[in-house]
């Protein structure tokens, strides 16, 4: 059965700092992993998708990788800003079907 | 246009009652999918519908009742709820093209049972 997890469950850290978030699944045979943004009360934000053939995904200040036979994947943030408070969740897809699991999500806090 | 979008944002509803959520997605998306997410638990997957047909029961109870009448819409009917159930309902589409697929996800119903 895939378990999802996400270290740290919190981050606060000033403005300008880069940071890492930290996800790792158990079972390698996936499809991809989504990373996405929740702001409190809303819906998902996608932020990057890695298909399990591909080791990394850049979208301007994110860069998130991925390390199948470990079973991690990470998110790095560069320069970060206030704006990017939120919750960051990722989500793995299982091979051989649309079952998604969830990781817990690490509640990120930058201050100004 | 990556938006998916759900009416009602708000639904407050007694255990005797009979409501409905509905979703919507104009990207030609075949996979649409229901979820239900508690307060500060992540997404839980409910049921997945791929080119209009039901692939994924995740043993929901029978009080919540999915339905995909075409390819851009779906439905979630709800009946004799209980106050547990009360969450944040969300829906989500993709492509349903496995290793590519992106999941983009609507702003969510928040639904309070009473």
């Known amino acids: 059965k895939q378990e999802v997890t996400q270290i740290p469950a919190a981050l606060s850290v000033p403005e300008g700092e880069n940071l890492v978030l930290n996800c790792s699944f158990t079972?390698?045979?996936?499809?991809?992993l989504q990373w996405f943004r929740q702001d409190p009360g809303k819906g998902l934000t996608s932020l990057l998708l890695?298909?399990?053939?591909?080791r990394e995904q850049t979208s301007g200040r994110l860069n998130a990788s991925l390390d199948k036979s470990s079973g991690r994947s990470t998110l790095y943030i560069a320069a970060s800003q206030p704006g990017d408070s939120a919750t960051y969740l990722c989500?793995?897809?299982?091979?051989?079907?649309?079952?998604?699991?969830f990781g817990a999500g690490t509640r990120l806090f930058v201050k100004a | 246009d990556t938006e998916v979008t759900q009416t009602p944002k708000h639904l407050v509803m007694g255990m005797t009652n009979k409501k409905s959520l509905k979703c919507e997605q104009h990207?030609?998306?075949?996979?649409m999918y229901w979820y239900k997410q508690k307060a500060k638990k992540p997404p839980e997957l409910m049921f997945v519908?791929?080119?209009?047909?039901?692939?994924i029961n995740e043993s929901v109870p029978s009080r919540f009742s999915p339905e995909c009448p075409n390819s851009s819409l779906l439905n979630l009917h709800l009946h004799a709820l209980q106050p547990e159930d009360s969450a944040l309902y969300l829906c989500?589409?993709?492509?349903?093209?496995?290793?590519?697929?992106?999941?983009?996800f609507g702003p969510g119903t928040r639904l309070t049972v009473l």
């Open positions: 519908y791929s080119y209009e047909k039901l692939s």
């Open positions: 989500a793995v897809r299982n091979t051989g079907g649309f079952k998604t699991i």
């Open positions: 890695i298909q399990s053939s591909q």
């Open positions: 079972d390698s045979a996936i499809y991809n």
């Open positions: 989500a589409s993709g492509s349903g093209q496995g290793r590519k697929d992106t999941q983009y």
């Open positions: 990207m030609g998306h075949r996979a």
